[in-house]
């Protein structure tokens, strides 16, 4: 990387290099196990000029995002989040709705619920075809400024835009925000859910660094970035998804509200619009990856069983940079259909259907999407019959009764 995407800078310093490593969903399938995999530098750094977060651009949004493994709807709580989200918009019923990224409907088919007129943009075609068998109307195709104006020619504009869960998965962050100005009536609003970085930092939540995002935001450079394209912060929520994530409110015109100024403060006092917030983030990682192999080792020394919950892109972060194979997870198992017979990419780490736990009865279950830990531990429970425990990594190593 030689400068910055934001701003141009050349100045951008080291946070955690995580090594190389394959992009985190391109799960393998039986055939692929004796072909080579690409693997990429997992390098995050911080621009000195405008503290954008970043990793470079080594792959694109086109190798991941033709056909995706991820349908957001296997989350329970992430599609009653989305359902509690149109709940509280004071919609009017001619209101016109666009969410970008809308991947399996999660979320507008609480619009079209609501007998609410709205579209949905998804590049991915087998995710966006899940969504219309929902009856959610949704094109194929990436946001650029010339997809959000010809949206805007064909359906008039939105008054409201949603963005979950990708403005750190586009490289090109200006075209992208010029795209959500283009598709946003002047008097509209646009909600944008990202990860936050102050969260990632304090609770080491290295493992949400992979090539699909390729930055990480806090609320100052979110503010500079949704500037580039013309929109305006105007307020930001603090939410616990993800681990920790910002709904920003922007508008094309008016003024930051006072929960921005609080966010900022906070952001602040961690260090994060310095470097001195970022300087010892690395060996923190390095204490988890420790803590992770001698608890897997350990077992494995002891005779018990691990296996683990869930493949996630995050997850592969992790078993990657912890260096975790088949010897100490034996498998993981996920709600994902279409992920069950395939492996994890780089570690070949199977990938089984849910109900293998409860026929193999493990000692122990490693949950890789940490970040549903109340969700994952409800439907865990039964593991407590055989005395098994649950282990989560992040931001510590835990392991609960």
Known sequence: MTSCRLCGSARLESVVDLGATPPCELFLTAERLDLPEPTYPLHLRVCTECRLAQIPPLITPEDTFTEYAYFSSYSTSWVEHAREFVRARDLAQDAFVVEVASNDGYLLQHVVGRGIRC?????????????????????????????????????????????????????????????????????????????HL?????????????????????????????????????????????????????????????????????????????????????????????????????????????VGYGAPGKGNTLLNHCGIRPDLLAYTVDRNPYKHGRFTPGTRIPILPPERIAEDRPDYVLVLPWNLREEIVEQLSYVREWGGRLVFPIPSLEVVP
């Open 119 to 195: 579209l949905g943009i998804e590049p991915s075609a087998n995710v966006g075809q899940a969504a219309r068998e929902k009856g959610v109307p949704t094109l194929t195709a990436f946001l650029t400024p010339e997809t959000g104006a010809a949206v805007r020619a064909e359906h008039g504009p939105a008054d409201l835009v949603v963005a979950n869960n990708v403005y750190a998965h586009i490289p090109d962050i200006v075209g992208f925000t010029r795209g959500l100005r283009a598709l946003v009536a002047d008097d509209g609003l646009v909600s944008v859910e990202v990860q």
């Open 198 to 306: 102050l969260t990632l930092m304090e609770l080491n939540q290295y493992d949400t660094i992979y090539h699909e995002h390729f930055q990480y935001y806090t609320v100052a450079s979110a503010q500079r970035a949704l500037a580039s394209g013309g929109l305006t912060l105007v307020d930001v929520e603090l939410l616990p998804t993800h681990g920790g994530s910002i709904r920003l409110w922007a508008r094309p015109s008016g003024e930051p509200g006072p929960r921005v100024a609080d966010v900022l403060a906070r952001e602040k006092a961690a260090g994060l619009h310095e470097l001195s917030g970022y300087t010892d983030f690395a060996a923190r990682v390095a204490r988890v990856r420790r803590d992770l192999l001698r608890f897997l080792v350990d077992a494995a020394d002891q005779g018990r069983t691990v």
